[in-house]
Nanobody, 118 residues
Framework: QVQLVESGGGLVQPGGSLRLTCAAS????????MGWYRQAPGKERELVATITSGGSTNYVDSVKGRFTISRDNAKNTVYLRMNSLKPEDTSVYYC????????????WGQGTQVTVSS
């Protein structure tokens, strides 16, 4: 059974940094696109960043220049380095991955809370 497990969230002051990690586990044939979404209370889930298996990246405008998405294909893991964090970055962050496995499809992590506050 395929699972995505996230880690790395927490409380940080404005201007601080965090790194989120999401590892896919199970019997996986291939992981295609991976990425991160976030959802703040009362708001819709929004795309933050995506990365293809070849390393091409895409970011929402509000995080460009501050966040960096990367991945380790050998470990089926995606990272999100977040610098210069702002209070408006406060959200639950979810990773997702397009996975080829016995049951192929889009998988989601359980979510990790990021709170930016002084």
């Amino acid at each position: 059974q395929v699972q995505l497990v996230e880690s790395g969230g927490g409380l940080v002051q404005p201007g601080g940094s965090l790194r989120l990690t999401c590892a896919a586990s199970g019997t996986i044939l291939r992981v295609n696109d991976m990425g991160w979404y976030r959802q703040a209370p009362g708001k819709e889930r929004e795309l933050v960043a995506t990365i293809t298996s070849g390393g091409s990246t895409n970011y929402v405008d509000s995080v460009k220049g501050r966040f960096t998405i990367s991945r380790d294909n050998a470990k089926n893991t995606v990272y999100l380095r977040m610098n210069s964090l702002k209070p408006e970055d406060t959200s639950v962050y979810y990773c997702h991955a397009e996975i080829v496995a016995a049951v192929s499809g889009t998988y989601w992590g359980q979510g990790t809370q990021v709170t930016v506050s002084s």
